[in-house]
Nanobody
Framework: VQLQASGGGLVQAGGSLRLSCAAS????????MGWFRQAPGKEREFVAAVRWSGGTKVYSDSVKGRFTISRDNGETTIYMQMNSLKPEDTAVYYCAANQVVMEPKTTAVDYWGQGTLVTVSS
């Protein structure tokens, strides 16, 4: 199983970025897929997730209304559009896949991708 994340970079506060995560190696139709992030000196935290079948979405309170997660069924890829970025959004963002729901209290998942660094300057 591979989860290939991309799209990170440096952006000014108030700007936007779009992260992508391409999944391969198995069928993910019954999985949740999403994003976690880890800022320097902090624990990894849940950001957003989408259920592949049905499209149910879950967001952390800190990004609700600013980030939008979506999926492309044809390509087994998920995206996260990040708008109105703040310096506190600076972190390494990790793609993840899990057979059960991913939500703010989730800490362990079935599969992790490599991280992509997002840096928001003030």
């Amino acid at each position: 199983v591979q989860l290939q994340a991309s799209g990170g970079g440096l952006v000014q506060a108030g700007g936007s970025l779009r992260l992508s995560c391409a999944a391969s190696g198995r069928t993910f139709s019954r999985y949740w897929m999403g994003w976690f992030r880890q800022a320097p000196g902090k624990e990894r935290e849940f950001v957003a997730a989408v259920r592949w079948s049905g499209g149910t979405k879950v967001y952390s309170d800190s990004v609700k209304g600013r980030f939008t997660i979506s999926r492309d069924n044809g390509e087994t890829t998920i995206y996260m559009q990040m708008n109105s970025l703040k310096p506190e959004d600076t972190a390494v963002y990790y793609c993840a896949a899990n057979q059960v729901v991913m939500e703010p209290k989730t800490t362990a998942v079935d599969y992790w991708g490599q991280g992509t660094l997002v840096t928001v300057s003030s």
